[in-house]
């Protein structure tokens, strides 16, 4: 009896990387379209996805269209958050855990004020010079880049958005809440007083990125 032998998993991996690459900073995307970017064929690209797919890497939900079958929509799961930096996850929740052990709420409290604060003095140093907003949204991009965050700038209707499509300190931030908070704080002082900073979304709501609306103030 002839037996078929198994279909071998594609071996280009930084095609796979790619992917990957795509989906964590663009979101939900048809394997068609991910092909076009790749400029490789889709069924090269389903092959990278049905095995990440084995691995519990990627998922994908069904979108109707307005003709034919609905599109698949493939996105990382949560699994696939090990893929990238997590910048010494367990540690950094062993030292907080042992931080609220020993100096209790307020001393953590302490901590997490002078972090910010060396933050702010070494974002606005490495931004000197810079005035026009957009700018120095791109310097400030570009520092947090290099830490991990794959952040970058986007413009909409709305106006400006400060995007970082990975968190490498989500695990910790799971275990401390106050650190999302210190840095929408240090964004603030670091973009001015003569700019409003709020955030639109975020990661452990359950967003895919976290993304922050920059306004200027209307001056008076």
Same mark, same amino acid.
């Given at each position: 009896?002839? !037996?078929?032998?198994?279909?071998?998993?594609?071996?280009?991996?930084?095609?796979?990387?790619?992917?990957?690459?795509?989906?964590? *900073?663009?979101?939900?995307?048809?394997? &068609?379209?991910?092909?076009?970017?790749?400029?490789?064929?889709?069924?090269?690209?389903?092959?990278?996805?049905?095995?990440?797919?084995?691995?519990?890497?990627?998922?994908?939900?069904?979108? @109707?269209?307005?003709? $034919?079958?609905?599109?698949?929509?493939?996105?990382?799961?949560?699994?696939?958050?090990?893929?990238? @930096?997590?910048?010494?996850?367990?540690?950094?929740?062993?030292?907080?855990?042992?931080?609220?052990?020993?100096?209790?709420?307020? $001393?953590?409290?302490?901590?997490?004020?002078?972090?910010?604060?060396?933050?702010?003095?070494?974002?606005?140093?490495?931004?000197?010079?810079?005035?026009?907003?957009?700018?120095?949204?791109?310097?400030?991009?570009?520092?947090?880049?290099?830490?991990?965050? !794959?952040?970058?700038? *986007?413009?909409?209707?709305?106006?400006?958005?400060?995007?970082?499509?990975?968190?490498?300190?989500?695990?910790?931030?799971?275990?401390?809440? $106050?650190? %999302? &908070? !210190?840095?929408?704080?240090?964004?603030?002082?670091?973009?001015?007083? $003569?700019?409003?900073?709020?955030?639109?979304?975020?990661?452990?709501?359950?967003?895919?990125? %976290? &993304?922050?609306?920059?306004? @200027?103030?209307?001056?008076?």
């Amino acid at each position: 009896m002839f !037996m078929s032998k198994p279909q071998s998993k594609p071996k280009d991996v930084k095609g796979r990387r790619r992917i990957q690459e795509i989906l964590k *900073t663009e979101g939900p995307q048809e394997a &068609a379209v991910l092909a076009e970017k790749l400029g490789v064929s889709a069924m090269a690209v389903r092959q990278h996805l049905y095995a990440m797919q084995e691995e519990k890497l990627v998922t994908f939900t069904e979108e @109707p269209r307005p003709k $034919g079958r609905p599109a698949k929509l493939w996105q990382l799961t949560e699994e696939a958050n090990r893929l990238f @930096p997590d910048a010494h996850a367990d540690l950094t929740i062993n030292l907080i855990e042992v931080m609220k052990e020993t100096f209790g709420e307020d $001393g953590l409290n302490k901590f997490l004020d002078a972090r910010a604060a060396k933050q702010v003095a070494d974002y606005r140093t490495r931004m000197e010079g810079t005035d026009d907003l957009r700018d120095r949204l791109v310097k400030l991009a570009r520092i947090r880049e290099d830490e991990g965050y !794959m952040a970058c700038v *986007t413009e909409d209707d709305d106006g400006l958005l400060f995007v970082e499509n990975h968190c490498p300190i989500c695990a910790a931030a799971h275990a401390c809440s $106050g650190l %999302c &908070a !210190m840095e929408l704080k240090v964004f603030q002082l670091v973009m001015g007083s $003569g700019v409003d900073v709020s955030r639109t979304d975020h990661i452990l709501a359950g967003a895919r990125r %976290c &993304a922050y609306r920059i306004t @200027p103030k209307a001056r008076t």
